[in-house]
């Protein structure tokens, strides 16, 4: 395969001592032998590392001093040669390297084409390249357990052991097609435990594919209510930060305020918003703005009230504005000032509000918090999410690709109870056989591979 080249670290000016570019193909070797100059008598072998300067063998310039990592096949990521130069960080040394290397022979690496090479390699199948993905756009600790552990197989072991087990199936019902007459009669008992084996596995492994929604692309939360309620006071509890400005005017916040959080191992993206009133304050009227297409675009909406005046006419209106358009969205109701009343809990709220999740906060005083974070994890994890799953969560691509296959089994199931003959089997039993291989990466297209791969990074 032709020799790819890539910076392999992210470029920022001023920032990060070490940038690498990384070679992977047939001449990577001989391409650095070109370009890189060892000080003394270093031996270029596998796994070693050199130190040398890089030069331009036109110009004769030095061009960074730096070391150089081999890795010579198989032993490598992509299992081909891979060179790797550790430069100086920054934006122009990297840069100027890598121009060396296309110069010579090398050409500019595809998004993920690295991972992609270690697949084709048979060095990663596609679970654990897709895991690659995950580790490098992990927003959490959690987020980043899950890729790892997906790295290590755990996703692929059950969903191979899941296509031999019907790859079996299918042996058995074709012999009895082609030999008939040669073979005792199909164990229907043991096949249709097989197939209720396969599909509880199936089912639990499906499940998980709403924590991977979440852990991956996280969680939407706006922080609306009337002015002066303490919306920008949670935040800033929240986040155990002053992100935003907190004052006894109503309408200090105008502009949409982010804070990136970690719930329960869920990356949070809370938003405070600017208090919803009637106003003729020009600015304040785009503040109102932009709260509502906040609220449109949250996936969970904390409705933040005063303890103090209880639930007013104004919360109403934007209670209904809320709920109106987003019947769909999560929502909890934050009684917030808590410490400036007697019985927070015997604040009169409407009948609509009964069945909203309810949490009492004190955000000038950092209280209510973790009952906070306790009320949206209820809300996002609704019975759907077992602790135990939590080491392995599907993506989407992989929940799709389940789907089908769990369609196509209790079809079979179906087939078998209907009393039709074998051959009808075998359709159903191929078509589950090619989701497990799709998952995997056994049965792919180039289609699907290009999706998969073109997410990644160039350099990845
Ligand atoms: N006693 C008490 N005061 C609070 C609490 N939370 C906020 N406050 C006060 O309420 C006032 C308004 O707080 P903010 O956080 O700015 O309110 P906001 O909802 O962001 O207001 P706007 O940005 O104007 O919409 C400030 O003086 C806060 O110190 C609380 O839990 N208890
Ligand atoms: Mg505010």
């Not at 500019?108 to 048979?122: D, I, N, S, Y």
């Not at 509890?237 to 949409?256: C, E, F, K, N, Q």
């Not at 087939?415 to 056994?442: C, H």
């Amino acid at each position: 395969m032709t020799t790819i080249v890539a910076i392999a670290t992210a470029i920022v000016p001023e920032h990060g001592s070490v940038g690498i570019v990384k070679m992977s193909g047939t001449t990577a070797v001989a391409i650095a032998h070109q370009l890189f100059q060892t000080a003394g008598q270093q031996v270029w072998e596998s796994h070693r590392i050199l130190y040398g300067h890089i030069c331009d063998p036109v110009s004769a310039e030095r061009i960074d001093e730096a070391l150089l990592l081999l890795m010579l096949a198989p032993r490598s990521y992509t299992r081909e040669d891979v060179v790797e130069f550790h430069c100086h960080g920054g934006m122009m040394a990297v840069q100027r390297v890598l121009q060396l290397c296309l110069g010579h022979g090398a050409r500019l690496a595809q998004p993920g084409e690295f991972t992609l090479r270690a697949f084709l390699h048979g060095r990663l199948d596609l679970t654990q390249a897709e895991s690659v993905y995950d580790l490098v756009a992990a927003r959490s600790t959690r987020a980043a357990q899950v890729a790892m552990a997906g790295l290590k197989g755990k996703l692929a072991d059950p969903i191979r052991q899941l296509r031999m087990d019907c790859l079996h199936i299918l042996a058995e019902v074709e012999a009895r097609i082609d030999f008939e007459d040669d073979l005792p009669p199909l164990n229907l008992g043991e096949i249709h435990t097989s197939l209720a084996t396969a599909l509880s596995t199936v089912t639990t492994i499906l499940a998980t594919a709403h924590q991977g929604q979440l852990i991956r692309a996280g969680l939407k939360v706006a922080i609306i209510g009337r002015p002066n309620v303490g919306k920008s006071s949670l935040l800033n509890a929240w986040s155990r930060s002053d992100r935003a400005i907190v004052t006894d005017l109503p309408g200090t916040t105008r502009d949409v305020v982010e804070s990136q959080l970690v719930v329960g191992g869920i990356p949070v993206q809370v938003l405070d918003t600017a208090g919803i009133r009637e106003t003729e304050d020009p600015i304040e009227k785009i503040g109102v703005m932009r709260t509502q297409a906040v609220a449109q675009s949250a996936d969970l909406i904390l409705l933040i009230i005063d303890a103090q005046s209880g639930w007013t006419a104004a919360d109403e209106s934007i209670f209904e504005h809320i709920t109106k358009e987003q019947v769909h969205r999560s929502l909890i109701l934050v009684i917030n000032k808590i410490d400036l009343v007697s019985e927070p809990s015997s604040i009169w709220l409407p009948e609509t509000l009964k069945k909203t999740p309810q949490v009492l906060t004190a955000a000038a005083q950092n209280r209510g918090i973790h009952q906070l974070e306790e009320a949206i994890l209820a809300t996002v994890h609704t019975g759907t999410i077992q602790a135990a799953n939590w080491e392995l969560a599907i993506n989407q691509r992989q929940a799709a690709v389940l789907q089908r296959a769990k369609m196509a089994l209790e079809q079979v199931q179906e087939t078998i109870l209907q009393q039709l003959p074998v051959d009808f089997w075998t359709i159903d039993l191929r078509t589950a056989i090619q989701a497990f291989g799709e998952i995997t990466g056994e049965e792919i297209t180039e289609s699907v591979l290009e999706h998969i791969f073109n997410r990644f990074c160039i350099g990845k």
